[in-house]
């Protein structure tokens, strides 16, 4: 067994012996073998604990951990989160908010630490569970090719790569190895409770399945080792997908150029909203696959996690629910503004420009509304001189261009123009006293519109810079 896993720690898992690496270790039999298969292969440890806080007693644990790394002369780090309040705030399951915390916990460490790598004690049942639980919940291949020897989590960290040295090793060799090198494991009771999804696979699917096969775990195990070449190839496909849809990409939110998602397949799409969900919620694991086909389709809808998908004009948005999404893209105003000067800065880039000239003999029609929705021809004499710009008041009314001077709603205006609603409150209304005479991007007045009788033109352009 040493002369396999030293092949393991140093051709699957890619480690060097020189260099650091962070151990997770929770005190069970997994994370105990982990640690001391490390420790005699001669590798620089840091022991990390992290207490998730879900039982009264997971403070002994810590303690417990923390005493080993110091018998052994080890350093040892650790950290604590309430799990179950995380889990409440971001829609996650208690499982994949500990995940999520676990996670970023011990990456955190592995960059202080200036580690090779974040070492966990996934074995081959922990595969068989995963594969299974990702395919009774509809996971794609990303899913169902399970864990391998070394990756990385980009959403934790870029560079720094997760290895599972123990992946070819069955539970009941971890704890054969404990009790062979006297190893006190802790006793964790939720590994029991099956009111976890995870427990009730290992307690009660699995062992109904090994009836039908006894070698069910290694079935499963080849499944997922098939699946991951063909996962391999098709991550160059999906991060060629990703450079060419990605518009832009912050604290809470993808969004995506959606003419560039047109142009791909339903499969290419799912595979892009897995990998964006990945990166918006680490914690989230495999998202189910209606879910996912719900995103592919590019329509409005709530995804798990708290995610939101929704459109804004030539965008599609991935969010979370809290996010404070840019505005960059969409002027607004503060307040009112006079329209005096020939430019008037509206703030983030934003410039609304006037300019008067006589009108020729040229037929009105040649004064309709221009191509550009953001240059608006008006009538100068009958909107009179006194201009300003503002943004939208309760009760606000509208008479576009095109219905014969009929008024709406403002708030219908904008409804049917499909203008995202975070954008409404403070988009820029060129007024005439307290009469709209253009909604710069949509429609400019009739009242104000050009005519035969037009003189004098004033051409209103905003821009951004």
Known sequence: MAATLETILRQECGLDPALPIVAGVSGG????????VLRRAGYRLIVAHFDHRLRPGSVNEAAAVAALADSLGLDFVTDSADVAA??????????QAARALRYRFLF???????????AVGHTADDQAETVLMHFLRGAGLAGLKGMTWRTLLPSFDPLIPLVRPLLGMRRAETEAYCREHNLQPLVDPSNTDTAYFRNRLRHELIPLLETYNPRFRQALA??????????????????????????????GFVAFDRAALNEMSLPLRRNLFRRAAATLRPGLGEPDFSALARAAALRPADLTGGLRLFIEGPLLYLAACEADLPMADYPQVEGPRPLDEPETDLGHGWVLTLERA???????????????????????????????????????????????GQAVRLQDFFVNVKLPRRARPRWPLVCAGEDIVWVPGFRPAHPARVTDETRQVLKLRLYRM
């Open 29 to 36: 039999p997994d994370s105990l073998c982990l640690l001391d």
């Open 86 to 95: 995380h889990a409440a705030s971001e829609g996650l399951s208690l499982e």
């Open 108 to 118: 955190a460490a592995a960059r202080r630490q200036n580690a090779q790598a974040v």
């Open 222 to 251: 080849r499944t997922a080792a098939a699946l991951q070449g063909d996962d391999e190839l098709l991550a160059e496909v999906i991060e060629a997908a990703w450079q060419r849809a990605l518009h832009a990409r912050g604290e």
């Open 358 to 404: 006589a009108r020729q003999d040229e037929p009105a029609a040649e004064w309709g509304p221009p191509a550009d929705p953001w240059t608006a021809w008006l009538d100068a004499e009958a909107v009179g001189a006194a201009l300003s710009v503002r943004p939208r008041r309760p009760g606000d009314r509208f008479r576009p261009l095109g219905m014969g």
